[in-house]
């Protein structure tokens, strides 16, 4: 039995939620028994991937199998394609797979509430969770498709069917562009597995591929804008507002800690990977859009008058920070561009987590219809301050190191627009801190002079997170050990290429 | 080879005209059995059934293939699969229509209206195999006729005849084109016979009057298939018919057209030459033809379809712009495009029926093809969850999203077009454009059903016992769009069959 789970774990943990789900649909209309069995479900692939972390060997690299990729399991889908069910993790997906078997039972307990087609609900919340564990895993370009585009029709449907009172127009808006996105990576990925001889979809293989520089060049443009529909990156990033905004809680709180990431993810998978040579040359391009995303989303966020589209657009300043790193092209930029993945992932769900509990209660976001909430809600207030100051950088919490990392790495390479992407640190903390003040602090708005206190089921969904802020940033190594030896193997191919 | 021999090739066939002769006698004699539509339709589907299990059985002499009744009918990989579909279509419409509470309320002369299916099931099936040009002008016209007659068989509105006239009208005018272009064809070749024809261009050059000889009989073949320009009957015709025909007209003709197409242009203008690199035969650049044809067909289907607000007009523009993504397959020139253009018809033949089969059901329950009747279909009770996700599948799976089968058509036809013998990299663009566009008409029938929490005033009744059969349909066919999305290996076997088409 054990020695089954150890040889099939990543099946396992993609597989378990999806045949999870279809149960559910069969399961008598009872919300409790829907809500406590989608907890068990996604519990256990959570489970397993502490195993995945405990079993993972910090000590090699590559991008090759047998080689650096661990856990590979392989088996024969399509022999007429040569498609196969190609499964494998290192040092880049590992910590993105334990963050969100991580986040899927804290947005089961987030999603409480929810009594409109639960059972609906929780299906489609776990197909997309196998969808996203399955972009994570995939080391076939197939799989890797089908299970990014997989999350569309659950995504859809979450937000237009449980999101707020535009959700209508958010939901079509999020299916549009990430459509676009996905199918011009189809064209590429087409032609990639038409270009190699003999044809195939396997990923380690194709990042082998020798064609002419041209051609590279146009497929990882067309690659990077699929990706960075997603991230969003600078003038693709319009989608995200709406979306995050009108999506039920525990959907925002997948969308920022799990569907941003799988940009970035994609670019250091695909892009990064598979076209080393043509990234050495773009790698000044990507360093501006980060310092657009960091300046512009910081300055957008400023002007929000919604508490969660404040968010929103924090997070598109954050995902900045990823891409600055990842420009940089230097060991601390690109470590620092993944645990800042990481760390966002956690801080993001944090702050949707912490916005669901407030609207719950007022039914409203504005930020202004705030103010002196602390005095209430003294344990809510507390969670939130750790929230914010985890976002606006403060040095002792996680988010500091990988963005000091990032800056710290980005400068030895792009001086002006590292310092430029430096004052996002100062706008970003007069935000937070200005929110925080409009909120908790000053005189109490006699509306919220009974304003229920966190409870046990909301508290319990934000202890792990709060836990990894701090934990994380102190010691943030049983992260970096996960990544540095793959970040190093992805430096060095990119630099190696570029003599 | 020569009649006589030919005859036991023609099995299906002649059993089909045995058993529409028969039905036809025994209707005559027992007026009153057959004046019930459920008598006529399970009748039909009997012999339809036996014509299938025939054309199964018989020996299609594949890899090779076996020429018939001096040339004029071909069987190979291609007609035999496009056969089964074609069967398998009109077995479809008698189940549709059997279960279709529009059909048995209308239906004076169910005893007619099964005669037609059985003659136009017999219509395609010649079509698909012939290979002389005036058998597969004859089969076509007989194919038209039996369509022009079942589409306005329904007194029940005005709209029906009048789709009727304008389907013939539209028709007569494609298939006298279709025939000039046809004399002209056999003026410059001397030959009926698709091979004499081969031969000919092959040794002669022919010049510019080939190029539109080609034009004119596509024309009539375009008009099947609903490619643009071609395609204004369309519209009209689908909303107007009884909605079981209108699901089979989307399909069935449909794919005896893309048969037609395909053996016309593969076999005629077309050599396979060293390491399977197919080439144009012939002074006429016809891939191009098809290709800009694909295009507008797409384009122009899906523009339409953005604004329409009845459910049939909708989906006859949906159908239209299928059938301009299929084209460019066959524009391909390539073995796969063949292939390709078989496994999306098959996938096609699952999601629209699917969806046409969850029209029939609301349209049964409302009397309405409007699509803001479906408003909180989902939310309204049991039943009407069930229809909203049985059409939530078959939309997703025309707008083409995994895990469903249409990704999969999709993913074929891509991979056809940019086929690196022959790849066409603007109109593998200009699909995926307009698989955006069409994600936000299907997308509208989404949001209509689930997404508005508005809900219309007609109630809607649970589930009957004597729609059963509807329902099993509607998810079979809804869970072959799913496994075909997943695994589609069978499918691909079958479809690989069509490999050896081309010698």
């Given at each position: 039995?054990?020695?089954?789970?150890?040889?099939?774990?990543?099946?396992?943990?993609?597989?378990?939620?999806?045949?999870?789900?279809?149960?559910?649909?069969?399961?008598?209309?009872?919300?409790?028994?829907?809500?406590?069995?989608?907890?068990?479900?996604?519990?256990?692939?959570?489970?397993?991937?502490?195993?995945?972390?405990?079993?993972?060997?910090?000590?090699?690299?590559?991008?090759?199998?047998?080689?650096?990729?661990?856990?590979?399991?392989?088996?024969?889908?399509?022999?007429?394609?040569?498609?196969?069910?190609?499964?494998?993790?290192?040092?880049?997906?590992?910590?993105?797979?334990?963050?969100?078997?991580?986040?899927?039972?804290?947005?089961?307990?987030?999603?409480?509430?929810?009594?409109?087609?639960?059972?609906?609900?929780?299906?489609?919340?776990?197909?997309?969770?196998?969808?996203?564990?399955?972009?994570?895993?995939?080391?076939?370009?197939?799989?890797?498709?089908?299970?990014?585009?997989?999350?569309?029709?659950?995504?859809?449907?979450?937000?237009?069917?449980?999101?707020?009172?535009?959700?209508?127009?958010?939901?079509?808006?999020?299916?549009?562009?990430?459509?676009?996105?996905?199918?011009?990576?189809?064209?590429?990925?087409?032609?990639?597995?038409?270009?190699?001889?003999?044809?195939?979809?396997?990923?380690?293989?194709?990042?082998?591929?020798?064609?002419?520089?041209?051609?590279?060049?146009?497929?990882?443009?067309?690659?990077?804008?699929?990706?960075?529909?997603?991230?969003?990156?600078?003038?693709?990033?319009?989608?995200?507002?709406?979306?995050?905004?009108?999506?039920?809680?525990?959907?925002?709180?997948?969308?920022?800690?799990?569907?941003?990431?799988?940009?970035?993810?994609?670019?250091?998978?695909?892009?990064?990977?598979?076209?080393?040579?043509?990234?050495?040359?773009?790698?000044?391009?990507?360093?501006?859009?980060?310092?657009?995303?960091?300046?512009?989303?910081?300055?957008?966020?400023?002007?929000?008058?919604?508490?969660?589209?404040?968010?929103?657009?924090?997070?598109?300043?954050?995902?900045?920070?990823?891409?600055?790193?990842?420009?940089?092209?230097?060991?601390?930029?690109?470590?620092?561009?993944?645990?800042?993945?990481?760390?966002?992932?956690?801080?993001?769900?944090?702050?949707?987590?912490?916005?669901?509990?407030?609207?719950?209660?007022?039914?409203?976001?504005?930020?202004?219809?705030?103010?002196?909430?602390?005095?209430?809600?003294?344990?809510?207030?507390?969670?939130?301050?750790?929230?914010?100051?985890?976002?606006?950088?403060?040095?002792?919490?996680?988010?500091?190191?990988?963005?000091?990392?990032?800056?710290?790495?980005?400068?030895?390479?792009?001086?002006?627009?590292?310092?430029?992407?430096?004052?996002?640190?100062?706008?970003?903390?007069?935000?937070?801190?200005?929110?925080?003040?409009?909120?908790?602090?000053?005189?109490?708005?006699?509306?919220?002079?009974?304003?229920?206190?966190?409870?046990?089921?909301?508290?319990?969904?934000?202890?792990?997170?709060?836990?990894?802020?701090?934990?994380?940033?102190?010691?943030?190594?049983?992260?970096?050990?996960?990544?540095?030896?793959?970040?190093?193997?992805?430096?060095?191919?990119?630099?190696?290429?570029?003599? | 080879?020569?009649?006589?021999?030919?005859?036991?090739?023609?099995?299906?066939?002649?059993?089909?005209?045995?058993?529409?002769?028969?039905?036809?006698?025994?209707?005559?004699?027992?007026?009153?059995?057959?004046?019930?539509?459920?008598?006529?339709?399970?009748?039909?589907?009997?012999?339809?059934?036996?014509?299938?299990?025939?054309?199964?059985?018989?020996?299609?002499?594949?890899?090779?293939?076996?020429?018939?009744?001096?040339?004029?009918?071909?069987?190979?990989?291609?007609?035999?699969?496009?056969?089964?579909?074609?069967?398998?279509?009109?077995?479809?419409?008698?189940?549709?229509?059997?279960?279709?509470?529009?059909?048995?309320?209308?239906?004076?002369?169910?005893?007619?209206?099964?005669?037609?299916?059985?003659?136009?099931?017999?219509?395609?099936?010649?079509?698909?195999?012939?290979?002389?040009l005036?058998?597969m002008y004859?089969?076509l016209?007989?194919?038209?006729?039996?369509?022009?007659?079942?589409?306005?068989?329904?007194?029940?509105?005005?709209?029906?005849?009048?789709?009727?006239?304008?389907?013939?009208?539209?028709?007569?005018a494609a298939s006298g084109i279709m025939a000039y272009g046809l004399s002209l064809l056999y003026g410059i070749?001397?030959?009926?016979?698709?091979?004499?024809?081969?031969?000919?261009?092959?040794?002669?050059?022919?010049?510019i009057i080939l190029y539109i000889s080609m034009i004119f009989i596509f024309t009539g073949l375009g008009f099947?298939?609903?490619?643009?320009p071609f395609?204004?009957?369309?519209?009209?015709?689908?909303?107007?018919?009884?909605?079981?025909?209108?699901?089979?007209?989307?399909?069935?003709?449909?794919?005896?057209?893309?048969?037609?197409?395909?053996?016309f242009f593969?076999?005629?203008?077309?050599?396979?030459?060293?390491?399977?690199?197919?080439?144009?035969?012939?002074?006429a650049?016809w891939?191009?033809m098809?290709?800009?044809i694909?295009?507008?067909?797409?384009?122009?289907?899906?523009?339409?379809?953005?604004?329409?607000?009845?459910?049939?007009?909708?989906?006859?523009?949906?159908?239209?712009?299928?059938?301009?993504?299929?084209?460019?397959?066959?524009?391909?020139?390539?073995?796969?495009?063949?292939?390709?253009?078989?496994?999306?018809?098959?996938?096609?033949?699952?999601?629209?029926?699917?969806?046409?089969?969850?029209?029939?059901?609301?349209?049964?329950?409302?009397?309405?093809?409007?699509?803001?009747?479906?408003?909180?279909?989902?939310?309204?009770?049991?039943?009407?969850?069930?229809?909203?996700?049985?059409?939530?599948?078959?939309?997703?799976?025309?707008?083409?999203?995994?895990?469903?089968?249409?990704?999969?058509?999709?993913?074929?036809?891509?991979?056809?077009?940019?086929?690196?013998?022959?790849?066409?990299?603007?109109?593998?663009?200009?699909?995926?454009?307009?698989?955006?566009?069409?994600?936000?008409?299907?997308?509208?029938?989404?949001?209509?059903?689930?997404?508005?929490?508005?809900?219309?005033?007609?109630?809607?009744?649970?589930?009957?016992?004597?729609?059963?059969?509807?329902?099993?349909?509607?998810?079979?066919?809804?869970?072959?769009?799913?496994?075909?999305?997943?695994?589609?290996?069978?499918?691909?076997?079958?479809?690989?069959?069509?490999?050896?088409?081309?010698?």
């Amino acid at each position: 039995m054990f020695d089954f789970i150890q040889n099939h774990i990543l099946t396992l943990i993609i597989f378990i939620p999806v045949i999870g789900g279809l149960i559910i649909l069969f399961l008598p209309e009872r919300h409790n028994l829907i809500r406590w069995s989608s907890l068990i479900i996604t519990l256990i692939p959570f489970t397993l991937s502490i195993m995945l972390y405990a079993g993972f060997d910090r000590s090699v690299s590559g991008f090759s199998y047998p080689g650096g990729l661990q856990f590979v399991e392989r088996y024969s889908w399509i022999q007429a394609f040569n498609i196969e069910l190609f499964l494998g993790v290192d040092g880049l997906s590992m910590p993105m797979a334990l963050l969100c078997t991580m986040l899927c039972p804290l947005c089961v307990l987030a999603s409480w509430g929810i009594d409109k087609g639960i059972k609906g609900y929780f299906f489609l919340f776990l197909l997309l969770e196998t969808g996203m564990i399955g972009v994570f895993c995939a080391l076939d370009f197939f799989l890797f498709f089908i299970s990014w585009e997989v999350m569309l029709l659950p995504m859809y449907f979450l937000i237009g069917v449980w999101g707020g009172p535009d959700r209508e127009y958010a939901a079509i808006k999020f299916y549009i562009y990430t459509l676009i996105g996905s199918l011009m990576m189809l064209l590429v990925i087409i032609y990639m597995y038409l270009s190699a001889t003999p044809h195939t979809f396997d990923m380690t293989r194709l990042a082998q591929l020798g064609a002419g520089m041209e051609f590279k060049t146009l497929c990882w443009i067309v690659l990077f804008i699929g990706f960075a529909i997603k991230v969003p990156v600078f003038p693709f990033h319009t989608w995200l507002p709406d979306a995050h905004v009108e999506a039920p809680t525990a959907i925002s709180v997948i969308l920022a800690g799990v569907l941003l990431k799988m940009g970035t993810y994609g670019m250091l998978r695909v892009n990064y990977m598979m076209f080393p040579d043509v990234t050495f040359k773009m790698s000044m391009f990507i360093a501006v859009l980060g310092m657009i995303n960091i300046i512009y989303g910081a300055f957008c966020a400023m002007a929000q008058k919604d508490l969660k589209r404040l968010v929103a657009y924090s997070s598109i300043s954050h995902m900045g920070y990823v891409l600055l790193g990842m420009a940089s092209l230097t060991e601390e930029g690109l470590n620092g561009a993944v645990l800042q993945m990481f760390n966002h992932g956690v801080v993001a769900a944090m702050l949707f987590l912490l916005v669901g509990v407030i609207y719950d209660r007022a039914h409203h976001r504005r930020i202004d219809g705030f103010g002196g909430i602390a005095s209430v809600a003294p344990n809510y207030a507390v969670i939130s301050f750790l929230a914010f100051f985890a976002a606006l950088g403060l040095p002792g919490l996680n988010s500091f190191i990988s963005e000091a990392l990032v800056l710290l790495g980005a400068f030895q390479k792009y001086r002006i627009i590292t310092a430029v992407s430096a004052t996002g640190v100062i706008i970003t903390a007069a935000y937070c801190l200005w929110t925080i003040q409009r909120i908790f602090l000053g005189k109490l708005n006699e509306k919220y002079a009974v304003f229920p206190d966190i409870n046990a089921r909301e508290f319990i969904s934000l202890l792990p997170l709060g836990i990894l802020v701090i934990v994380l940033g102190i010691y943030p190594h049983p992260i970096l050990a996960l990544m540095k030896p793959t970040v190093r193997f992805i430096n060095n191919l990119i630099t190696g290429s570029g003599i | 080879m020569g009649n006589l021999e030919s005859i036991r090739y023609f099995a299906p066939e002649g059993f089909l005209s045995v058993f529409i002769i028969t039905f036809l006698i025994a209707g005559l004699l027992r007026r009153k059995t057959f004046s019930k539509s459920s008598f006529s339709c399970i009748a039909g589907t009997a012999g339809l059934f036996l014509t299938l299990i025939l054309e199964l059985c018989i020996n299609t002499g594949y890899p090779d293939a076996i020429v018939i009744f001096s040339g004029m009918l071909k069987l190979d990989a291609l007609s035999h699969l496009f056969k089964i579909l074609c069967i398998s279509s009109s077995i479809l419409l008698f189940l549709f229509s059997y279960s279709s509470r529009e059909t048995s309320d209308s239906l004076k002369e169910p005893m007619e209206y099964a005669l037609l299916i059985l003659s136009c099931t017999l219509g395609m099936m010649l079509l698909v195999s012939s290979s002389n040009l005036l058998m597969m002008y004859l089969s076509l016209e007989f194919l038209s006729l039996t369509a022009y007659m079942l589409t306005g068989f329904t007194d029940k509105n005005e709209k029906a005849s009048e789709a009727a006239m304008k389907y013939l009208l539209y028709g007569g005018a494609a298939s006298g084109i279709m025939a000039y272009g046809l004399s002209l064809l056999y003026g410059i070749t001397g030959s009926l016979d698709y091979s004499g024809i081969h031969r000919f261009i092959a040794e002669n050059n022919s010049g510019i009057i080939l190029y539109i000889s080609m034009i004119f009989i596509f024309t009539g073949l375009g008009f099947k298939i609903a490619a643009f320009p071609f395609h204004a009957w369309c519209p009209d015709v689908y909303e107007g018919a009884l909605t079981p025909f209108t699901a089979f007209l989307s399909v069935g003709p449909k794919a005896a057209g893309f048969a037609v197409i395909i053996r016309f242009f593969y076999q005629i203008f077309t050599v396979r030459g060293e390491g399977d690199v197919l080439t144009v035969l012939g002074s006429a650049d016809w891939p191009a033809m098809l290709a800009i044809i694909s295009a507008l067909t797409m384009t122009f289907g899906n523009l339409a379809a953005l604004r329409q607000k009845n459910i049939k007009r909708l989906l006859a523009y949906s159908s239209i712009a299928h059938a301009g993504y299929m084209l460019m397959a066959a524009a391909s020139l390539t073995i796969l495009g063949i292939v390709s253009v078989f496994f999306y018809l098959s996938v096609y033949f699952l999601m629209n029926f699917g969806a046409f089969l969850v029209v029939i059901a609301v349209s049964n329950e409302f009397n309405s093809d409007e699509i803001e009747d479906y408003e909180g279909l989902a939310w309204k009770n049991s039943k009407g969850a069930f229809l909203a996700s049985m059409f939530a599948v078959f939309l997703f799976s025309l707008i083409g999203t995994p895990p469903f089968a249409g990704f999969i058509g999709k993913f074929y036809l891509l991979l056809s077009i940019l086929q690196p013998e022959n790849p066409i990299y603007w109109l593998a663009v200009v699909a995926v454009i307009n698989i955006i566009i069409s994600l936000y008409y299907y997308a509208r029938i989404l949001k209509t059903m689930f997404l508005s929490r508005r809900q219309k005033g007609t109630a809607l009744s649970g589930f009957e016992r004597g729609q059963y059969l509807q329902y099993s349909l509607m998810a079979g066919l809804a869970l072959f769009s799913i496994i075909f999305g997943i695994y589609w290996s069978p499918l691909n076997n079958i479809s690989m069959l069509l490999e050896n088409f081309i010698h």
